[in-house]
């Protein structure tokens, strides 16, 4: 779906790409299955530098499917991003009473970090991985939101850990081994390494 509008506005045909993801939306938009519809025309729409449009759309969704967590989850930061805060904080209550607790702390990571709040970002981002201990996007947030804080030492020990608690687990061998930027290039060989012995086609 975003390929397509996204390959016409590529090609200078911006409408016909908006009007064809809008038509998806028509037609399909009242189920409460269409959330995914409606998100990639709202993201279309800003990626293209349409904010204002995205934003009447965001709130037709939210007319429709406003108490779905997955739309919420997508709303809280999009609203941040737009500046408006309170709507995104009052929305981010309603997605934690829905009881979808890994897309609230999703959205909570990505409202706290918009709004510069690394604690509180942190803290969800933490709980995010305790919810989805294998769900990479969550590690990769949390690796991200502790550099930035603390720099690049703790990281390193996290991913560690992380690491030798699924041995031979290709993502976070990747995770593990961008953080091994600032340190000797043995330690780097040793895991590509490894790596290649493993999955001698890599």
């Known amino acids: 779906r975003w390929a397509h509008a996204d390959a016409l506005a590529r ?21 409460p299955r269409a959330t995914g519809t409606w998100i990639t025309w709202i993201q279309s729409l800003e990626g293209w530098g349409y904010p204002d449009r995205a934003l009447s759309a965001c709130i037709e969704a939210q007319a429709q499917h406003g108490s779905l967590p997955e739309l919420l989850g997508f709303v809280v930061p999009f609203l941040a991003r737009m500046g408006r805060w309170q709507e995104a904080e009052e929305n981010l209550g309603v997605l934690e009473k829905a009881g979808n607790l890994p897309l609230f702390r999703e959205a909570a990571v990505r409202f706290y970090r918009q709004r510069g709040d690394l604690p509180r970002s942190i803290e969800h981002a933490e709980g995010w991985v305790r919810e989805l201990p294998r769900y990479m996007p969550a590690h990769f947030a949390l690796i991200d939101l502790i550099a930035k804080r603390d720099g690049s030492r703790r990281p390193l020990e996290l991913a560690s850990r992380w690491l030798e608690e699924a041995p031979a687990h290709d993502e976070f061998e990747e995770l593990y081994y961008r953080q091994l930027a600032g340190e000797s290039k043995r330690k780097r060989y040793s895991l590509l390494f490894r790596r290649v012995k493993r999955n001698p086609e890599d």
């Open 11 to 31: 090609n200078h045909r911006q409408e016909e790409g908006f009007s064809w993801l809008e038509g998806r939306v028509r037609k399909f938009g009242s189920s």
